[in-house]
Nanobody, 125 residues
Framework: QVQLVESGGGLVQAGGSLKLSCAAS????????MGWFRQHPGKEREIVAT????????DYVDSVKGRFTISRDNTENTVYLEMKDLKPEDTAVYYC??????????????????WGQGTQVTVSS
């Protein structure tokens, strides 16, 4: 199973930017879609963005469209989440995850089988 390690979280003022990274090791990466999730305190984890195995297809939750960009570098086994115009409601723990099936577009959270430990993003108003 692949190991995922997120980094890049931190404290930022509203309107600011952060870029999260997720490094994969020990398993397949370039054949699998990847996703970024977030979990607000006391709430269920929600999908934020998804990217296909070659990076040709992306999808975003409505609340981040136009502000967040997911990308990947298969030569570096890394997926990124660039976040701009951050808002206090973006405050959450952010996780990356890998689709369990190669060459598959995930439809639900259950499609992901490997998760990182998470990185905290805090946006102050």
């Amino acid at each position: 199973q692949v190991q995922l390690v997120e980094s890049g979280g931190g404290l930022v003022q509203a309107g600011g930017s952060l870029k999260l990274s997720c490094a994969a090791s020990g398993g397949t990466f370039s054949t699998n879609s990847m996703g970024w999730f977030r979990q607000h305190p006391g709430k269920e984890r929600e999908i934020v963005a998804t990217i296909s195995w070659r990076g040709r297809t992306t999808d975003y939750v409505d609340s981040v469209k136009g502000r967040f960009t997911i990308s990947r570098d298969n030569t570096e086994n890394t997926v990124y989440l660039e976040m701009k115009d951050l808002k206090p409601e973006d405050t959450a723990v952010y996780y990356c995850a890998r689709d369990s099936n190669p060459y598959h577009w995930p439809r639900r959270s259950d499609d992901f089988d490997s998760w990182g430990q998470g990185t905290q993003v805090t946006v102050s108003s």
